[in-house]
Protein backbone atom coordinates (compact mmCIF):
# COMPACT_ATOMS: atom_id res chain seq x y z
CA UNK A 1 0.00 0.00 0.00
CA UNK A 2 1.29 3.45 -0.96
CA UNK A 3 3.05 5.38 1.84
CA UNK A 4 4.44 8.79 2.11
CA UNK A 5 8.19 8.48 3.93
CA UNK A 6 8.12 9.58 7.42
CA UNK A 7 4.77 9.77 8.11
CA UNK A 8 3.12 6.19 6.94
CA UNK A 9 0.41 6.38 10.05
CA UNK A 10 -1.00 9.87 8.89
CA UNK A 11 -1.01 9.03 4.91
CA UNK A 12 -2.82 5.71 5.95
CA UNK A 13 -5.66 7.71 7.44
CA UNK A 14 -5.59 10.00 5.01
CA UNK A 15 -6.51 6.88 2.90
CA UNK A 16 -9.12 6.06 4.57
CA UNK A 17 -11.28 9.21 4.25
CA UNK A 18 -11.26 8.66 0.37
CA UNK A 19 -15.12 8.64 0.03
CA UNK A 20 -15.50 10.38 -3.67
CA UNK A 21 -14.32 9.84 -7.12
CA UNK A 22 -12.80 12.24 -9.00
CA UNK A 23 -10.40 11.31 -11.93
CA UNK A 24 -8.92 13.15 -15.27
CA UNK A 25 -8.88 11.48 -18.27
CA UNK A 26 -6.51 13.47 -21.03
CA UNK A 27 -5.73 13.29 -24.39
CA UNK A 28 -1.99 12.50 -24.63
CA UNK A 29 0.32 14.45 -27.41
CA UNK A 30 1.94 12.05 -29.83
CA UNK A 31 3.86 14.88 -31.54
CA UNK A 32 4.59 17.74 -29.07
CA UNK A 33 7.50 17.35 -26.88
CA UNK A 34 8.28 20.05 -24.75
CA UNK A 35 11.91 20.92 -23.58
CA UNK A 36 11.90 20.85 -20.10
CA UNK A 37 11.57 24.22 -18.03
CA UNK A 38 14.40 23.45 -15.79
CA UNK A 39 16.76 22.44 -18.42
CA UNK A 40 15.63 25.30 -20.39
CA UNK A 41 16.77 27.97 -17.15
CA UNK A 42 19.85 26.47 -16.45
CA UNK A 43 21.13 26.19 -20.24
CA UNK A 44 19.84 29.17 -21.47
CA UNK A 45 22.08 31.29 -23.25
CA UNK A 46 24.92 28.85 -23.37
CA UNK A 47 26.28 27.47 -26.38
CA UNK A 48 27.03 24.14 -26.17
CA UNK A 49 27.08 20.83 -28.56
CA UNK A 50 26.25 18.36 -25.92
CA UNK A 51 22.70 17.35 -26.34
CA UNK A 52 20.31 18.26 -24.10
CA UNK A 53 19.87 14.81 -21.91
CA UNK A 54 23.87 14.99 -21.29
CA UNK A 55 23.99 18.41 -20.65
CA UNK A 56 21.20 17.83 -17.67
CA UNK A 57 23.05 14.84 -16.06
CA UNK A 58 26.67 16.78 -16.13
CA UNK A 59 25.11 19.90 -14.31
CA UNK A 60 23.14 17.24 -12.15
CA UNK A 61 27.03 15.38 -11.33
CA UNK A 62 28.81 18.86 -11.08
CA UNK A 63 26.35 20.08 -8.31
CA UNK A 64 26.67 17.18 -6.99
CA UNK A 65 30.79 17.13 -6.73
CA UNK A 66 30.69 20.41 -5.93
CA UNK A 67 28.45 19.96 -2.24
CA UNK A 68 30.71 16.38 -1.72
CA UNK A 69 33.79 18.69 -2.28
CA UNK A 70 32.07 21.12 0.09
CA UNK A 71 31.09 18.63 3.12
CA UNK A 72 34.90 17.60 2.89
CA UNK A 73 36.20 20.99 3.52
CA UNK A 74 33.92 21.16 6.19
CA UNK A 75 34.90 18.19 7.71
CA UNK A 76 38.79 18.79 7.11
CA UNK A 77 38.23 21.77 8.81
CA UNK A 78 36.73 19.74 12.05
CA UNK A 79 39.65 17.00 11.46
CA UNK A 80 42.01 20.26 11.85
CA UNK A 81 40.60 21.51 15.29
CA UNK A 82 40.87 18.03 16.34
CA UNK A 83 44.09 17.39 15.41
CA UNK A 84 45.09 20.83 17.40
CA UNK A 85 43.32 19.88 20.25
CA UNK A 86 44.93 16.26 20.74
CA UNK A 87 48.05 17.85 19.99
CA UNK A 88 47.62 20.19 22.99
CA UNK A 89 46.14 17.51 25.39
CA UNK A 90 49.20 15.49 25.02
CA UNK A 91 51.64 17.94 25.52
CA UNK A 92 49.65 18.95 28.39
CA UNK A 93 49.96 15.12 29.78
CA UNK A 94 53.89 14.90 28.56
CA UNK A 95 54.38 17.69 31.81
CA UNK A 96 52.66 15.45 34.50
CA UNK A 97 52.66 11.56 33.69
CA UNK A 98 54.04 10.03 36.07
CA UNK A 99 55.26 13.02 37.59
CA UNK A 100 57.92 14.32 35.34
CA UNK A 101 58.14 14.55 31.74
CA UNK A 102 57.12 12.93 28.60
CA UNK A 103 59.94 12.30 26.35
CA UNK A 104 59.38 14.29 23.16
CA UNK A 105 60.40 11.29 21.10
CA UNK A 106 56.91 9.19 22.81
CA UNK A 107 55.02 12.92 22.91
CA UNK A 108 55.90 12.60 18.90
CA UNK A 109 55.51 9.09 18.53
CA UNK A 110 51.59 9.20 20.14
CA UNK A 111 50.51 12.60 18.59
CA UNK A 112 51.90 10.99 14.91
CA UNK A 113 49.77 7.86 15.75
CA UNK A 114 46.85 9.89 16.67
CA UNK A 115 46.86 11.99 13.82
CA UNK A 116 47.56 9.01 11.10
CA UNK A 117 44.04 7.59 12.63
CA UNK A 118 42.62 10.99 11.71
CA UNK A 119 43.77 11.21 8.04
CA UNK A 120 43.33 7.92 7.79
CA UNK A 121 39.66 8.79 8.64
CA UNK A 122 39.63 11.79 5.94
CA UNK A 123 40.96 9.52 2.98
CA UNK A 124 37.99 6.67 3.66
CA UNK A 125 35.59 10.03 3.68
CA UNK A 126 36.72 11.05 0.44
CA UNK A 127 37.08 7.89 -0.87
CA UNK A 128 33.78 6.77 -0.20
CA UNK A 129 32.39 10.28 -1.09
CA UNK A 130 33.84 10.47 -4.64
CA UNK A 131 33.16 6.83 -5.52
CA UNK A 132 29.42 7.45 -4.80
CA UNK A 133 29.89 10.25 -7.78
CA UNK A 134 31.61 8.23 -10.13
CA UNK A 135 28.80 5.36 -9.24
CA UNK A 136 26.38 7.89 -9.71
CA UNK A 137 27.73 9.40 -13.60
CA UNK A 138 27.89 5.80 -14.91
CA UNK A 139 24.58 4.62 -13.98
CA UNK A 140 23.08 7.86 -15.21
CA UNK A 141 24.86 9.15 -18.84
CA UNK A 142 26.25 5.69 -20.01
CA UNK A 143 22.64 3.27 -20.08
CA UNK A 144 19.48 5.38 -21.05
CA UNK A 145 18.32 8.83 -22.26
CA UNK A 146 15.54 10.22 -20.03
CA UNK A 147 13.54 13.51 -20.37
CA UNK A 148 10.96 15.17 -19.38
CA UNK A 149 8.54 16.05 -21.99
CA UNK A 150 4.97 16.93 -20.35
CA UNK A 151 3.49 18.13 -16.84
CA UNK A 152 -0.29 17.44 -16.34
CA UNK A 153 -1.45 19.42 -13.66
CA UNK A 154 -4.84 20.34 -12.13
CA UNK A 155 -5.60 18.14 -9.39
CA UNK A 156 -6.28 19.91 -5.42
CA UNK A 157 -4.67 16.42 -3.88
CA UNK A 158 -2.36 13.71 -4.48
CA UNK A 159 -2.37 11.44 -7.35
CA UNK A 160 -2.77 7.37 -6.54
CA UNK A 161 -2.78 5.98 -9.89
CA UNK A 162 -2.75 6.58 -13.44
CA UNK A 163 -3.71 4.36 -16.47
CA UNK A 164 -3.10 4.77 -20.42
CA UNK A 165 -5.04 3.66 -23.02
CA UNK A 166 -4.05 0.63 -25.24
CA UNK A 167 -5.83 1.73 -28.62
CA UNK A 168 -6.21 4.78 -30.61
CA UNK A 169 -6.98 7.63 -29.43
CA UNK A 170 -4.10 7.53 -26.51
CA UNK A 171 -5.32 8.71 -23.38
CA UNK A 172 -4.09 9.42 -19.67
CA UNK A 173 -6.39 8.84 -16.55
CA UNK A 174 -5.12 10.47 -13.65
CA UNK A 175 -6.91 9.21 -10.32
CA UNK A 176 -6.67 10.91 -7.05
CA UNK A 177 -9.68 10.51 -4.58
CA UNK A 178 -9.91 7.48 -6.64
CA UNK A 179 -7.88 4.73 -5.72
CA UNK A 180 -7.34 3.35 -9.11
CA UNK A 181 -7.97 3.49 -12.56
CA UNK A 182 -7.89 1.51 -15.58
CA UNK A 183 -8.70 1.49 -19.55
CA UNK A 184 -10.69 -0.91 -21.06
CA UNK A 185 -8.83 -2.70 -23.95
CA UNK A 186 -10.85 -1.90 -26.91
CA UNK A 187 -13.89 0.08 -25.55
CA UNK A 188 -13.64 3.80 -24.22
CA UNK A 189 -14.79 2.92 -20.96
CA UNK A 190 -13.21 3.59 -17.77
CA UNK A 191 -12.90 1.28 -14.79
CA UNK A 192 -12.77 2.81 -11.10
CA UNK A 193 -12.74 1.53 -7.07
CA UNK A 194 -13.02 3.93 -4.90
CA UNK A 195 -12.61 4.27 -0.92
CA UNK A 196 -16.96 3.99 -0.65
CA UNK A 197 -16.73 0.22 -0.85
CA UNK A 198 -17.55 0.09 -4.73
CA UNK A 199 -15.77 0.09 -8.11
CA UNK A 200 -17.79 2.00 -10.73
CA UNK A 201 -17.24 1.51 -14.98
CA UNK A 202 -17.70 4.72 -17.04
CA UNK A 203 -18.09 5.54 -20.30
CA UNK A 204 -16.27 8.56 -22.21
CA UNK A 205 -16.28 9.53 -25.61
CA UNK A 206 -13.24 10.87 -27.34
CA UNK A 207 -13.65 12.85 -30.63
CA UNK A 208 -10.77 13.50 -33.08
CA UNK A 209 -9.18 16.33 -33.48
CA UNK A 210 -9.18 17.57 -30.08
CA UNK A 211 -6.60 20.22 -28.08
CA UNK A 212 -4.26 18.45 -25.79
CA UNK A 213 -5.15 17.90 -22.87
CA UNK A 214 -8.28 16.35 -23.77
CA UNK A 215 -10.63 17.33 -20.99
CA UNK A 216 -10.09 16.94 -17.42
CA UNK A 217 -13.11 14.61 -16.22
CA UNK A 218 -14.10 15.04 -12.52
CA UNK A 219 -16.74 12.29 -11.48
CA UNK A 220 -18.13 12.48 -7.70
CA UNK A 221 -20.80 10.62 -5.81
CA UNK A 222 -22.64 14.13 -5.02
CA UNK A 223 -22.15 15.03 -8.77
CA UNK A 224 -20.28 17.68 -7.75
CA UNK A 225 -18.31 19.62 -10.61
CA UNK A 226 -15.07 20.37 -9.77
CA UNK A 227 -14.12 21.55 -13.07
CA UNK A 228 -13.76 24.99 -11.00
CA UNK A 229 -11.98 28.49 -11.37
CA UNK A 230 -9.17 27.48 -9.09
CA UNK A 231 -8.63 24.30 -11.04
CA UNK A 232 -8.81 26.03 -14.53
CA UNK A 233 -6.15 28.19 -12.91
CA UNK A 234 -4.17 25.53 -12.04
CA UNK A 235 -4.58 23.90 -15.47
CA UNK A 236 -2.68 26.37 -17.75
CA UNK A 237 -2.69 23.90 -20.62
CA UNK A 238 -6.32 22.64 -20.08
CA UNK A 239 -9.05 24.30 -21.94
CA UNK A 240 -11.37 26.69 -20.33
CA UNK A 241 -14.20 24.69 -19.88
CA UNK A 242 -13.88 21.02 -18.89
CA UNK A 243 -16.53 18.37 -19.59
CA UNK A 244 -17.94 16.35 -16.92
CA UNK A 245 -19.38 12.67 -16.87
CA UNK A 246 -21.45 12.42 -14.03
CA UNK A 247 -23.17 9.21 -13.76
CA UNK A 248 -21.18 5.77 -13.90
CA UNK A 249 -22.73 3.60 -16.32
CA UNK A 250 -22.29 0.32 -13.95
CA UNK A 251 -21.69 0.19 -10.39
CA UNK A 252 -19.96 -2.70 -8.18
CA UNK A 253 -20.76 -3.54 -5.03
CA UNK A 254 -20.04 -6.43 -2.46
CA UNK A 255 -16.99 -5.60 -0.83
CA UNK A 256 -16.77 -4.73 3.23
CA UNK A 257 -13.95 -1.94 3.19
CA UNK A 258 -12.16 0.01 0.84
CA UNK A 259 -11.18 -1.13 -2.79
CA UNK A 260 -7.85 -0.44 -3.60
CA UNK A 261 -7.50 -1.52 -7.26
CA UNK A 262 -9.44 -2.80 -10.01
CA UNK A 263 -8.61 -4.45 -13.54
CA UNK A 264 -9.97 -5.87 -16.59
CA UNK A 265 -9.84 -9.38 -17.35
CA UNK A 266 -8.32 -10.21 -21.31
CA UNK A 267 -11.16 -9.56 -23.99
CA UNK A 268 -12.83 -6.88 -21.07
CA UNK A 269 -15.73 -8.97 -20.18
CA UNK A 270 -15.22 -9.47 -16.56
CA UNK A 271 -13.16 -7.37 -14.46
CA UNK A 272 -11.24 -8.49 -10.35
CA UNK A 273 -11.56 -6.01 -7.52
CA UNK A 274 -8.95 -5.78 -4.74
CA UNK A 275 -10.42 -4.85 -1.08
CA UNK A 276 -9.05 -4.26 2.24
CA UNK A 277 -11.68 -6.44 3.04
CA UNK A 278 -9.14 -9.29 2.62
CA UNK A 279 -10.61 -10.55 -0.23
CA UNK A 280 -10.57 -10.10 -4.29
CA UNK A 281 -13.74 -9.98 -6.34
CA UNK A 282 -14.68 -11.12 -10.05
CA UNK A 283 -17.56 -9.29 -11.80
CA UNK A 284 -19.27 -10.10 -15.10
CA UNK A 285 -19.15 -6.57 -16.27
CA UNK A 286 -22.27 -7.12 -18.71
CA UNK A 287 -25.25 -7.73 -15.76
CA UNK A 288 -22.92 -6.20 -12.95
CA UNK A 289 -23.26 -9.67 -10.74
CA UNK A 290 -20.50 -11.38 -8.71
CA UNK A 291 -18.97 -14.42 -10.17
CA UNK A 292 -16.14 -15.48 -7.26
CA UNK A 293 -15.23 -13.76 -4.26
CA UNK A 294 -11.18 -14.71 -4.31
CA UNK A 295 -9.87 -15.21 -0.12
CA UNK A 296 -6.67 -16.68 1.02
CA UNK A 297 -4.81 -13.35 2.11
CA UNK A 298 -4.18 -12.77 6.19
CA UNK A 299 -4.90 -9.06 5.39
CA UNK A 300 -6.19 -6.08 3.43
CA UNK A 301 -5.04 -6.23 -0.43
CA UNK A 302 -3.06 -3.24 -1.90
CA UNK A 303 -3.23 -4.33 -5.33
CA UNK A 304 -4.83 -6.26 -8.51
CA UNK A 305 -3.35 -6.97 -11.97
CA UNK A 306 -4.67 -9.31 -14.82
CA UNK A 307 -2.49 -10.51 -17.82
CA UNK A 308 -2.50 -8.81 -20.98
CA UNK A 309 -3.10 -12.20 -22.82
CA UNK A 310 -4.37 -15.43 -20.53
CA UNK A 311 -7.12 -15.41 -17.56
CA UNK A 312 -4.68 -14.67 -14.73
CA UNK A 313 -5.13 -12.18 -11.92
CA UNK A 314 -2.06 -11.52 -9.52
CA UNK A 315 -3.26 -10.12 -6.08
CA UNK A 316 -0.88 -8.41 -3.31
CA UNK A 317 -1.49 -8.17 0.27
CA UNK A 318 -0.26 -6.35 3.53
CA UNK A 319 0.69 -10.10 4.78
CA UNK A 320 3.68 -9.74 3.00
CA UNK A 321 2.58 -12.02 0.03
CA UNK A 322 1.00 -11.94 -3.13
CA UNK A 323 -1.08 -14.80 -4.76
CA UNK A 324 -1.58 -16.11 -8.66
CA UNK A 325 -5.33 -16.81 -9.70
CA UNK A 326 -5.42 -19.07 -12.57
CA UNK A 327 -8.95 -18.66 -14.62
CA UNK A 328 -8.27 -20.31 -18.01
CA UNK A 329 -9.96 -23.51 -16.83
CA UNK A 330 -13.83 -22.28 -15.68
CA UNK A 331 -13.66 -25.60 -13.49
CA UNK A 332 -10.43 -24.95 -11.93
CA UNK A 333 -9.66 -21.87 -9.80
CA UNK A 334 -5.78 -22.90 -8.66
CA UNK A 335 -3.97 -20.13 -6.90
CA UNK A 336 -0.40 -19.70 -6.00
CA UNK A 337 1.31 -18.41 -2.77
CA UNK A 338 4.37 -16.16 -3.69
CA UNK A 339 6.41 -15.80 -0.27
CA UNK A 340 9.86 -13.43 -0.57
CA UNK A 341 9.18 -10.51 0.30
CA UNK A 342 9.33 -9.03 4.21
CA UNK A 343 6.73 -5.95 4.35
CA UNK A 344 4.08 -5.28 2.26
CA UNK A 345 3.45 -6.11 -1.18
CA UNK A 346 2.90 -3.08 -2.77
CA UNK A 347 1.99 -4.47 -6.25
CA UNK A 348 2.44 -7.45 -8.60
CA UNK A 349 2.36 -7.14 -12.26
CA UNK A 350 2.75 -9.59 -15.02
CA UNK A 351 5.06 -9.68 -18.33
CA UNK A 352 4.26 -10.09 -21.73
CA UNK A 353 5.94 -13.50 -20.88
CA UNK A 354 6.00 -15.75 -18.29
CA UNK A 355 7.01 -13.32 -15.04
CA UNK A 356 5.71 -11.78 -12.52
CA UNK A 357 7.68 -8.10 -11.09
CA UNK A 358 6.44 -7.50 -7.75
CA UNK A 359 7.39 -4.65 -5.51
CA UNK A 360 6.94 -4.36 -1.63
CA UNK A 361 8.06 -1.65 1.39
CA UNK A 362 10.64 -3.64 2.01
CA UNK A 363 12.69 -1.74 -0.73
CA UNK A 364 12.98 -4.73 -2.58
CA UNK A 365 11.60 -5.48 -6.12
CA UNK A 366 11.65 -9.26 -7.14
CA UNK A 367 11.55 -10.69 -10.39
CA UNK A 368 9.35 -14.09 -10.50
CA UNK A 369 9.08 -17.30 -13.41
CA UNK A 370 5.79 -18.36 -13.49
CA UNK A 371 7.38 -21.40 -14.46
CA UNK A 372 9.99 -21.83 -10.99
CA UNK A 373 7.95 -20.29 -8.48
CA UNK A 374 9.92 -20.93 -5.19
CA UNK A 375 11.95 -18.17 -5.36
CA UNK A 376 12.84 -15.33 -7.11
CA UNK A 377 15.22 -15.17 -10.56
CA UNK A 378 16.33 -11.37 -9.74
CA UNK A 379 15.84 -9.42 -6.59
CA UNK A 380 16.33 -5.54 -6.93
CA UNK A 381 17.20 -4.02 -3.57
CA UNK A 382 16.81 0.10 -3.12
CA UNK A 383 17.04 2.50 -0.55
CA UNK A 384 13.26 3.57 0.17
CA UNK A 385 9.77 1.75 -0.45
CA UNK A 386 8.41 1.07 -4.03
CA UNK A 387 5.02 1.55 -5.17
CA UNK A 388 2.96 0.38 -8.31
CA UNK A 389 5.53 -0.84 -10.29
CA UNK A 390 4.96 -1.29 -14.36
CA UNK A 391 6.99 -3.07 -16.67
CA UNK A 392 7.12 -1.86 -20.80
CA UNK A 393 6.05 -4.50 -23.41
CA UNK A 394 8.46 -4.07 -25.68
CA UNK A 395 11.59 -3.56 -23.82
CA UNK A 396 10.70 -5.19 -20.56
CA UNK A 397 12.17 -2.20 -18.10
CA UNK A 398 10.59 -1.94 -14.72
CA UNK A 399 9.86 1.63 -13.57
CA UNK A 400 10.28 1.35 -9.58
CA UNK A 401 8.66 4.93 -8.23
CA UNK A 402 9.68 5.46 -4.50
CA UNK A 403 8.29 6.92 -1.44
CA UNK A 404 11.59 9.12 -1.70
CA UNK A 405 10.87 10.93 -4.81
CA UNK A 406 12.78 9.07 -6.94
CA UNK A 407 11.92 6.74 -9.91
CA UNK A 408 14.45 4.41 -11.19
CA UNK A 409 14.47 1.85 -14.52
CA UNK A 410 16.27 -1.74 -13.87
CA UNK A 411 15.91 -4.40 -16.66
CA UNK A 412 14.47 -8.17 -16.07
CA UNK A 413 18.35 -9.08 -14.48
CA UNK A 414 17.92 -6.68 -12.05
CA UNK A 415 20.64 -4.00 -13.55
CA UNK A 416 20.09 -0.73 -13.18
CA UNK A 417 19.59 1.38 -16.27
CA UNK A 418 19.02 5.21 -15.17
CA UNK A 419 17.25 7.01 -12.28
CA UNK A 420 14.46 9.94 -13.93
CA UNK A 421 15.97 13.52 -13.45
CA UNK A 422 14.68 15.11 -10.15
CA UNK A 423 15.65 18.47 -9.09
CA UNK A 424 13.76 21.91 -8.09
CA UNK A 425 12.39 22.97 -11.64
CA UNK A 426 11.84 19.16 -12.85
CA UNK A 427 10.37 16.16 -11.54
CA UNK A 428 8.17 15.19 -8.64
CA UNK A 429 8.60 16.99 -5.51
CA UNK A 430 6.80 13.72 -3.21
CA UNK A 431 6.33 10.62 -3.08
CA UNK A 432 5.86 8.85 -6.39
CA UNK A 433 3.00 6.54 -5.92
CA UNK A 434 2.69 4.86 -9.39
CA UNK A 435 4.18 4.20 -13.22
CA UNK A 436 2.46 3.67 -16.32
CA UNK A 437 4.51 2.56 -19.61
CA UNK A 438 2.78 3.84 -22.97
CA UNK A 439 4.92 2.34 -26.23
CA UNK A 440 2.47 3.35 -28.69
CA UNK A 441 4.04 6.75 -28.47
CA UNK A 442 7.35 7.32 -29.45
CA UNK A 443 7.58 10.89 -28.00
CA UNK A 444 6.07 10.22 -24.23
CA UNK A 445 6.39 6.43 -23.42
CA UNK A 446 6.27 6.77 -19.59
CA UNK A 447 4.10 8.00 -17.25
CA UNK A 448 4.45 9.07 -13.46
CA UNK A 449 2.21 10.32 -10.99
CA UNK A 450 2.22 11.30 -6.73
CA UNK A 451 1.58 13.26 -4.10
CA UNK A 452 2.89 16.17 -5.67
CA UNK A 453 -0.93 16.71 -7.08
CA UNK A 454 0.65 16.04 -10.99
CA UNK A 455 1.54 13.23 -13.18
CA UNK A 456 4.64 13.58 -15.67
CA UNK A 457 5.02 12.16 -19.28
CA UNK A 458 8.62 10.73 -19.93
CA UNK A 459 10.61 10.02 -22.82
CA UNK A 460 13.02 7.00 -22.08
CA UNK A 461 15.46 6.16 -24.69
CA UNK A 462 17.11 2.91 -24.25
CA UNK A 463 20.12 2.45 -26.29
CA UNK A 464 19.43 -0.46 -28.88
CA UNK A 465 22.80 -2.60 -27.27
CA UNK A 466 21.31 -2.77 -24.74
CA UNK A 467 18.09 -3.81 -25.57
CA UNK A 468 19.84 -6.82 -27.32
CA UNK A 469 21.48 -7.87 -23.99
Not at 134 to 150: E, G, M, N, Y
Not at 188 to 194: E, H, I, N, W
Not at 375 to 395: E, L, W
Request: glycine share 6%.
Amino acid sequence: MPVESGNSVAARQAKQKRKSHSLSIRRTNSTEQERPAGHRDMLEGQDSRLPMPLRSNLLDLFGQIEREFENLYLENLELRREIESLNERLAGEGQTVDGGDLGKGALKTKASHSTSQLSQKLKTTYKASTSKIVSSFKATTSRAVCQLVKEYVGHRDGLWDLSVTRTQPLVLGTASAVNSIKFHPTEQMALTASGDQTAHIWRYMVQLPLPQPLADTSVSDDDVDFSDKDEAEGEADGPSECPTVRVASTTLKSHQGVVIAADWLVGGKQVVTASWDRAANLYDVETSELVHTLTGHDQELTHCCTHPTQRLVVTSSRDTTFRLWDFRDPSIHSVNVFQGHTDTVTSAVFTVGDNVVSGSDDRTVKVWDLKNMRSPIATIRTDSAVNRISVSANQRIIALPHDNRQVRLFDMTGVRLARLPRSNRQGHRRMVCCSSWNEENQTCNLFTCGFDRQAIGWNINIPALLQEK
